[in-house]
């Protein structure tokens, strides 16, 4: 079978072509920094999961430039949230170059993420009420993650609940957007449209946790930023909230409310990596991946189907 991405190649490279159009801006600082950090590349898996979505719903080329924009407009979104992410946790790298922030600043990395967050709601003002609704959500959720996350930071109190309702804000969210609106702009019916956003939320959960993992176990050429980046910043990964409850010396270490650098960072890598912990955070991720591959095989077969079920697949396959 094609790679999930080649089944959607021509709709993609139309995206692309546009994406990088919008990034453009009358001040060149604005450009500049956009095309920076969206140019680097990532996987552009949201775009991917997108289109998969609406093809496999039925979705036809009539109407496959709206679900573009709609690809294009979570792109934008999820962009916007690096360079502000990147500010918040004083990032130095992504994608394996300096960060926007290193590079250009607390100023003027924070303008180019509200202008994609504007570039955004400016392509969705062609969908319909209900969609605009959807993508705007999404942003409120994202933006309450944000804070959710912060208010845990450096707290061996987070729960794996509090942990699920913070990743189901940040990451989930545009996931779950994602599938309903490309369902709906392939005319699904509502049961198809309310299970796309469930298979979102599975798909980001599911994507978020194996994300935690690698953060602990590298390397850092695979990740694009320095092992051990949430850990030093304070954030409950799954990892730290599954180690905590088992290490009170980890406990300890997490909770000093202080950047942990040099030995400290070093132990408490090493206690996230017991192999315990590491197989309970694969089977949390591999729990999701089967929520999403059940909803997949209700809908009508096609090769968009088994490209969304390998685009699934390869969430818990990203593992070292």
């Not at 801006?25 to 998969?52: N, Q």
């Not at 605009?132 to 309450?144: F, K, S, V, W």
């Not at 299970?195 to 946790?209: P, T, V």
């Amino acid at each position: 079978m094609l790679g999930p991405a080649r089944l959607v190649e021509a709709d993609l490279a139309a995206a692309e072509i546009k994406l990088s159009r919008l990034l453009d801006s009358s001040e060149p600082i604005i450009a500049e920094i956009c095309h920076y950090l969206v140019d680097a590349g990532g996987k552009r898996l949201r775009p991917t999961f997108i289109l998969l979505v609406y093809r496999a719903c039925g979705g036809l080329d009539a109407k496959v430039d709206l679900a573009i924009d709609a690809a294009i407009a979570l792109e934008l979104i999820h962009s916007a949230t690096l360079l502000h992410d990147d500010i918040i946790d004083s990032g130095l790298l992504r994608r394996g170059k300096p960060s926007a922030f290193a590079r250009y600043g607390f100023g003027p990395s924070l303008i180019a993420g509200d202008y994609l967050f504007c570039r955004a709601f400016e392509l969705c003002s062609g969908f319909e009420a209900q969609m605009i609704r959807t993508a705007a959500q999404a942003c409120i959720q994202l933006t309450e993650g944000e804070v959710m996350e912060t208010r845990f930071r450096h707290s061996a109190a987070a729960t794996l609940k509090d942990y699920i309702a913070v990743i189901n804000r940040k990451t989930a969210s545009l996931f779950y957007a994602g599938g309903k609106v490309a369902s709906d702009l392939a005319g699904a019916p509502t049961r198809t449209i309310d299970a796309m956003a469930k298979l979102g939320s599975a798909m980001g959960l599911a994507f978020q946790m194996v994300d935690d993992l690698l953060d602990i176990l590298g390397p850092e050429e695979k990740i694009g930023k320095p092992v051990g980046s949430d850990l030093r910043a304070g954030i409950p990964s799954l990892p730290v909230v599954l180690g905590v409850e088992r290490s009170p010396e980890l406990r300890k270490l997490f909770q000093n409310g202080t950047k942990m650098e040099g030995p400290a960072l070093e132990r408490a890598l090493n206690l996230l990596r017991n192999p315990e912990i590491v197989a309970e955070a694969r089977s949390l991720a591999a729990e999701q991946v089967g929520v999403a591959r059940r909803i997949v095989a209700e809908l009508k077969p096609s090769p968009y189907r088994e490209g969304l079920a390998t685009v699934i697949d390869d969430q818990i396959s990203r593992e070292v």
